[in-house]
């Protein structure tokens, strides 16, 4: 039998430095640059 864990989300990159942190982060672990959320419906709400 197969266990295949669930679709885990993927880490953020800093935008500034380009670290690798956790999904979890709210500043990059290197630089402390705040780590944004990318919103989907930005784009929907201008309209």
């Not at 197969?2 to 500034?16: E, G, L, Y």
């Not at 959320?37 to 309209?47: H, M, N, S, T």
């Amino acid at each position: 039998m197969c266990f295949r864990p669930p679709i885990a989300a993927r880490p953020i990159k800093c935008p500034k430095c380009g670290a690798i942190n956790p999904v979890v982060a709210k500043v990059c672990s290197k630089c402390q640059t705040p780590l944004e959320e990318k919103k989907v419906d930005e784009g929907a709400k201008k309209g």
